[in-house]
């Protein structure tokens, strides 16, 4: 605390009431606490004035601690809120995996399924041009075969006719032959109706 001055009085110890003596130049014992109850007053209203400051100012911190608890109050139920959507796309993330690994699943047996396909359409590709080329030689042989016997009939009705009309290949004869045949039948003819 400092000591103030003053031109009407002489300046005061701090220890001026412990001793008997008096100090230089003081005439009046009253003096001295009158002088103190002063200084004692200035100095309080000094330390209530500080005190006052130091107040206000814990009150704008205080202040500033209420916002900033406003604000953590906020942000906590910001987090929280983050906190439950983060949950919720950790719920959605596990079930579009679970989607994904039976569409894998799906996929790898479509796969395989499509190999075995293919696999299957190939073999059906190369039995069909066996059997196709296999067709194709039964046809001509056919056609041969049939070709054949035609010509083995005609050949036969030929050689029937042949040792039928008892002829040859000479055409004088076979006109002999055909009357020689034609009386022969009507011989038969008529036999057969005189019977």
Known sequence: MQNMQNPNFSQISPMAGLYPCTPQGLTNPYIQPIMQSTMNQASETNKIDNLIQKVDQMFQKMSVLDSLSDKMSKFHST????VSNVDNVTKRVVEI???LEFLNTKYETSKQEHDTVKKDIKEIKQCYTDV???ITHFCTDLEDLKERHIDLQTRSMRENLCIFWNTSNKPEEKV????NTHKLYENQFKNRKSS
């Open 79 to 82: 987090l929280n809120t983050l």
């Open 97 to 99: 995996e679970q989607s």
């Open 132 to 134: 196709s080329s296999n």
């Open 176 to 179: 002999k032959k055909r009357t």
